[in-house]
């Protein structure tokens, strides 16, 4: 992860405040951040599901239907940014706890590994599987909303936009935290996770591209154990 040196020491440009500014501020800039990244990392996949309920959604009228759409894509992304506030209250927990401890530094390397070795088991499991077809079924199994006539009410598009929301966050979990651990400002890695979960949601068997990419993963956290361990 990214640091810029400073007076008062090398702090993590994602996770602790910069010299002179309060904790509340940097939170603000971190979820800024996340906000900003998870869009441009999920528009793609989420698109041609907005495009779908809009389209669905066309009985109650165009500009009706284009503001649910908007009230789905906001319980969509309020989701992620619930997720990106205990993102970043456990990323600065643990910056902190590695300051304060130098055992604990040493051991980041290794426990980067371990978890990008465990992000690409994830993609092999069954959980995986359940979450990922449910969040390519939009994010739901036989309901209203997955109907070819959804509910055209604030109340029933902010609920579709919630539940595809949280499947879809659930799909990515082990993406998102490799993602996370192998460097959030690292553009190269936010690219390569970018493809990945829009690749798994919108090709044609998703399951299969995500346990090859499960594969590549796993490879990628073993080698980061190695390189950890000096070997």
């Not at 951040?33 to 669905?56: E, G, H, K």
């Not at 599987?129 to 390519?136: D, K, S």
């Not at 390569?192 to 993963?217: C, D, F, Q, S």
Request: glycine share 10%.
């Amino acid at each position: 992860m990214d640091t810029m040196p400073m007076p008062c020491g090398s702090m993590s440009m994602a996770w602790m405040p910069m010299c002179g500014q309060s904790w509340i501020g940097a939170a603000a800039s971190f979820l800024t951040l996340w906000i900003v990244m998870t869009a441009a990392m999920m528009l793609p996949s989420l698109a041609p599901r907005l495009w779908r309920y809009r389209r669905d959604a066309a009985g109650a009228g165009q500009l009706a239907s284009v503001l649910l759409t908007v009230v789905v894509a906001g319980g969509y992304f309020l989701v992620w940014t619930l997720i990106g506030a205990a993102v970043y209250l456990l990323g600065a927990a643990t910056m902190a706890m590695t300051m304060r401890y130098p055992a604990l530094a040493r051991a980041v390397p290794t426990a980067i590994g371990v978890v990008v070795l465990a992000a690409g088991a994830l993609q092999f499991t069954r959980w995986k599987a359940h979450q990922l077809a449910r969040c390519r079924n939009d994010g739901c199994r036989a309901s209203a909303a997955c109907s070819p006539y959804p509910s055209v009410t604030p109340l029933a598009a902010w609920g579709h936009g919630l539940r595809l929301g949280l499947h879809c966050s659930l799909s990515s979990a082990g993406l998102t935290a490799a993602f996370l651990v192998a460097g959030i400002m690292d553009w190269p890695v936010m690219l390569a996770v970018t493809a990945a979960i829009n690749v798994e949601r919108l090709a044609p068997g998703g399951e299969r591209y995500a346990r090859l990419i499960g594969a590549v993963v796993i490879g990628a956290g073993s080698l980061a154990i190695v390189r950890a361990a000096g070997i």
